[in-house]
């Protein structure tokens, strides 16, 4: 059997990173951004006032108090966005909201708190400082200054920069493509009614919705029954314009495997192996019409373990995604545990961060979707332990 790690290693030489897009910011978020951000422009990018009040020449409203207040005409009436250029001359005041462009021969904002708000003749009731509620231009941004890095996951917070600095745009390095397809003649699209034998199809909308977490795109496939004929037309069909192929099911070895069937000719480059883990022994991996290929075991709970253990990672690496790996945390069993010698047991847990303990959730067969649904960790036991008693040190994958 292969070791987990090499199964790894060879699943994950098979993912290319697609090249650098152009996308309009707002379809950015979440995505990796390609090239260094160089602000175009400065931010503020003129001098503007910093509160609702009056554009004053500082020196001229120095003695101002409540007691003797200082007397100026109000010559200008600024709201915020007014575009011509005004200047300020001394014994003078401009009304002026906030964000307005403070006029030329300003050097002060007095707030319309230290005022009495007049519009004829205002009466200033504070003295001001030289620069007192005035945001110079530049002081956020200097244009030209490299403001977001390549390799920064875009967040809600850099689309407001971003945007503040005038660009629509922004080069990124585009989420990978995954063909999600489900086999089995026993499945059946949920919403439709069951017949004796038939179960409802339930790995490609978990997968899908996961390769969606993982932060790439999902394309579901049509589920094909256990044809190889059909499997091979549709496969054809769907695997276009996709950078991975994930099947499930058809890998074991039983009869009908339709997966193995069709693509375990000389034709394509794809092997089937037994990997030494539980759950999810069969895997199956390679490239098919040019396109890499995971092929995922049927069970429910092999098939987003499996994913969990080798797609996972490198996907959100080839998408240059910041910690690929699921964080890997070291917990206290709070049970005793048995796991099968010689194999890799990923137990479905409940990790309770506070107590840093873990209790292993539901059986280990890998039909007991209930369990895997409300799940928070994977526990990780090694292929040479057979027991774990209460209190023992464990590795569990967070999957909060
Ligand atoms: P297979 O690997 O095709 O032999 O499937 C193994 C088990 O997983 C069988 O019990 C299948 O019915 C079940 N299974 C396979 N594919 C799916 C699916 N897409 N949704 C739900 N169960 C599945
Ligand atoms: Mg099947």
């Given amino acids: 059997m292969r070791p987990v790690e090499e199964h790894q290693r060879v699943v994950a030489g098979l993912f290319r990173p697609r090249p650098p897009v152009t996308v309009p910011a707002a379809d950015a978020l979440g995505l990796v951004l390609a090239e260094d951000v160089v602000a175009p422009i400065s931010l503020p990018g003129f001098d503007n006032s910093a509160m609702d009040g009056y554009a004053v020449v500082a020196d001229d409203v120095a003695a101002a108090s409540p007691e003797s207040p200082v007397r100026l005409p109000v010559t200008e009436d600024i709201p915020a966005?007014?575009?011509?250029?005004?200047?300020?001359k001394p014994g003078?005041?401009?009304?002026?909201?906030?964000?307005?462009?403070?006029?030329?021969?300003?050097?002060?904002?007095?707030?319309v708190e230290a005022t009495d708000g007049a519009t004829d003749v205002v009466e200033i009731r504070a003295p001001a400082r030289p620069g007192q509620h005035i945001r110079r231009a530049g002081e956020d941004v200097t244009a030209g200054t490299t403001v977001l890095r390549a390799g920064q996951r875009i967040t809600p917070a850099m689309l407001g920069l971003v945007a503040a600095l005038g660009l629509s745009e922004l080069p990124v390095v585009p989420r990978l493509r995954v063909l999600v397809m489900s086999t089995g003649t026993e499945l059946v699209e949920p919403g439709r009614p069951l017949r004796p034998g038939q179960i409802y199809e339930s790995n490609a909308p978990m997968l899908a919705a996961t390769v969606r977490d993982a932060g790439a795109e999902a394309v579901l496939a049509p589920m094909t029954g256990d044809d190889?004929?059909?499997?091979?037309?549709?496969?054809?069909?769907?695997a276009t314009g996709v950078d991975l192929i994930i099947t499930t099911g058809g890998v074991s070895a039983g009869a009908y495997e339709v997966v193995k069937e069709a693509l375990g000719g000389s034709a394509d480059a794809v092997e089937f192996v037994k990997v030494a883990m539980q759950p999810g022994m069969p895997q199956g991996c390679?490239?098919?019409?040019?396109?890499?290929?995971?092929t995922l075991p049927g069970n429910p709970v092999s098939a987003l373990v499996s994913f969990e253990v080798f797609v996972r990672a490198p996907l959100r690496r080839a998408m240059g995604l910041p910690d690929p790996e699921r964080p890997r945390r070291t917990a206290t069993l709070a049970e005793d545990l048995t796991s099968p010698r010689g194999k890799r047991q990923f137990r479905r847990g409940v990790y309770d961060r506070d107590a840093g303990t873990v209790t292993s959730y539901g059986p280990p067969a890998s039909h007991h979707l209930r369990w895997l649904a409300t799940a928070n960790c994977l526990l990780e036991i090694g292929e040479d332990v057979t027991e774990l008693t209460t209190g023992t040190p464990v590795q569990v994958w967070d999957l909060a």
């Fill in 228 to 238: 190889v004929e059909t499997f091979r037309t549709t496969l054809a069909r769907h």
């Fill in 81 to 88: 966005g007014r575009t011509d250029l005004l200047e300020l």
């Fill in 92 to 111: 003078a005041a401009h009304r002026i909201m906030t964000g307005a462009m403070v006029p030329s021969g300003a050097t002060a904002v007095v707030p």
């Fill in 286 to 294: 390679g490239v098919v019409g040019g396109i890499p290929i995971v």
